[in-house]
């Protein structure tokens, strides 16, 4: 008996028909695993060939496992297959795990998906019970609303999830059953529930979130993995060309488990300045250069500080304000560094644009700021002095509108709050300076 049938057996997981359309990777290592977690699982594919591997026991394709599993659970009669979608009328979820390939433009191809789902949705006029169609396949935000929900007709029997997979090649099935993260997203708890139940014997906790999240996670994940990869190599090919051991940099770089390897800087907000990450970033690439290492990751950093800065301004130029009160004018919160203050950009394009704005920060005084940090600012903004109040309360009085720069203590963000003053939230995670309408045809 394997550890996963002895997890399983000691768990609540109920046994759930789920029909799996697509046996490729994703669906053939999910169809195998779920049916080894107790399911009577159906996998549902237009290629005979994988559907006639699947029936005789063998995994149509190579992966670590997943023909043990195949035979076995097909043995138990947990598992079967078929190129027909009518297994799916006494299935509870039709988990869908077509593939999504890259279109010649980099656009995600949704033609298997349209036509799987076009299928599905064509079955419904003879069901009687409930169906989750729950979208495991990677699909850009907005996919299961736009597309999906009014392919099937917006029929009352059907609830549509996103459950996307995140498994890798090469690893699948150890993935599946020892999942680094699980995420259902949708607007029908029952729905949701039922598709994270499915998943219920397995060491993890799902992540219960919107439709729209669950699409977008899956994405930000393999940016993310890309950005770390590209991270490490481009810090090691500078490290190697320096004669210095890329490894062991890396390596000591993952020790650091609060401000490195961590939730830290990984929240969405404002721009970053002060006065060591951009200089530091503008040595290493210099040096890069000049050793003719050319760091494209490194280099970007940078630039996309400064388009993030600047949608910020363009927000704030646009707000239907005449006098702006800005909180927070240090680089960041409990300090009174100035050196590269994203804030002192902001304002510079502000007062350049004519707008009346007056800024309040709990830590700058102007007579107890000196050397580097005092000749910045008054390089920068010569008549500082002027706009600076001394309290919130002189700000709160004068402005119309309040542009938050800086993370506010708790007692100051009541005192904003109970000024009744609109507030644009430069540094909150909603980001929503940034929000607008999506366009409709970006699908
Ligand atoms: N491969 C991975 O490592 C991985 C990991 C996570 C997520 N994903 C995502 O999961 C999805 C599936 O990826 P994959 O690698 O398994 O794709 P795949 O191409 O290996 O498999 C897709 C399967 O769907 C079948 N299919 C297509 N249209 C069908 C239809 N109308 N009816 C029945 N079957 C149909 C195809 O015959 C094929 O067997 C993609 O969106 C992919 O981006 C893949």
């Keep these: 008996m394997t550890y996963l049938r002895r997890m399983q057996m000691s768990s609540s997981a109920g046994s759930v028909h789920v029909a799996v359309l697509g046996l490729g990777y994703v669906g053939c290592v999910s169809a195998a695993c779920l049916a080894e977690l107790g399911n009577r699982v159906t996998g549902i594919d237009r290629d005979q060939n994988k559907v006639s591997n699947v029936l005789n026991g063998m995994a149509p394709f190579f992966e670590p496992g997943l023909e043990q599993l195949v035979r076995e659970n097909v043995a138990a009669r947990r598992l079967t297959a078929s190129t027909s979608l009518d297994a799916i009328q006494d299935a509870d979820v039709a988990l869908v795990c077509v593939g999504t390939p890259s279109e010649k433009n980099g656009n995600l191809g949704l033609d298997q998906l349209r036509r799987v789902v076009h299928d599905v949705a064509a079955t419904l006029e003879a069901r009687r019970k409930p169906l989750v169609v729950a979208i495991r396949s990677t699909v850009f935000p907005g996919t299961c609303e736009e597309i999906v929900l009014p392919l099937l007709n917006g029929s009352g029997l059907v609830s549509v999830v996103s459950n996307p997979e995140f498994l890798r090649e090469g690893v699948a099935v150890k993935d599946f059953m020892e999942p680094s993260l699980l995420v259902v997203g949708g607007g029908d708890p029952e729905a949701v529930r039922l598709v994270a139940s499915l998943y219920s014997p397995l060491p993890v906790t799902a992540c219960l979130v919107s439709l729209r999240t669950a699409e977008m996670i899956k994405y930000a994940c393999n940016a993310f993995h890309a950005v770390k990869i590209s991270f490490a190599n481009e810090i090691g090919a500078l490290s190697a060309r320096l004669n210095v051991d890329p490894g062991e940099v890396m390596a000591t770089l993952c020790e650091d488990k609060k401000l490195n390897v961590s939730p830290t800087y990984l929240r969405p907000g404002f721009a970053f300045g002060g006065s060591c990450l951009p200089k530091d970033l503008r040595a290493l690439t210099y040096r890069a250069s000049r050793l003719d290492l050319r760091l494209p990751l490194l280099e970007s950093a940078l630039p996309s500080n400064v388009q993030h800065l600047q949608r910020a301004i363009d927000a704030v130029l646009e707000l239907p304000a005449r006098r702006l009160g800005v909180i927070g004018l240090a680089f960041k919160e409990n300090t009174d560094d100035l050196r590269e203050s994203p804030v002192v950009s902001l304002l510079e394009q502000l007062i350049g644009k004519g707008r009346q704005v007056r800024i309040y920060d709990p830590h700058i005084r102007l007579d107890a700021i000196y050397g580097s940090n005092r000749n910045f600012i008054l ?24 542009v938050v720069a800086q993370k506010m203590p708790p007692d100051l963000a009541s005192h904003v709050t109970r000024s009744g003053r609109p507030v644009t939230d430069l540094v909150g995670p909603a980001l929503a300076y940034v929000a607008g309408p999506v366009p409709a045809s970006v699908l």
Excluded: K, M, T, Y
């Excluded at 390089?379 to 309040?402: F, K, M, T, Y």
């Design 379 to 402: 390089q920068q903004i010569p008549h500082i002095g002027r706009l600076l109040d001394n309290s919130a309360e002189q700000l709160l009085e004068w402005c119309d509108h309040v």
